[in-house]
C-alpha cells in the first residue's frame, strides 16, 4: 500500500512540474507575439494562429487551460496591451494596477 501511494504522489508531482513546463511555453509565446508586435503590428493575430492550431491547443491543454475562444481572445487581448509576461507577473505591476483600479472606483 505505501508503494502505491509514495508512486501515485511522484506521479503527481511529475504532472504539475510538465504543466509548469507547458506553461512556460505559453508565456514564451505570449512574449514572443508581443516581439512581434512591437516590430511588425500583428501580435494579436500572431497569438490567435498560434492557439487556433493544433500544436497550440495541445501545449494549451497540457498547461491546464481550456483552449477555447474565450482564451485565444484573452490571449489576443493580453498581447495589444503590450506588456510582457515577466513584468505582468510582477509584484509591482499588480500592485500599480490594483492601486489604479482603486482610484477609477472612487
Known sequence: MK????GTAYNSEQGNRARKLFAAVVLAALDD????????????????????SRDGREVLSCAGIDPNERVVSGLMEFVAKGVRTSVALSREESERRNAALQQEAA
Open 33 to 52: 507575439a508581443i516581439a512581434d508586435d512591437k516590430k511588425f503590428g500583428n501580435g494579436p493575430e500572431q497569438i490567435a494562429r498560434w492557439a487556433r
Open 3 to 6: 508503494d502505491f501511494v509514495d
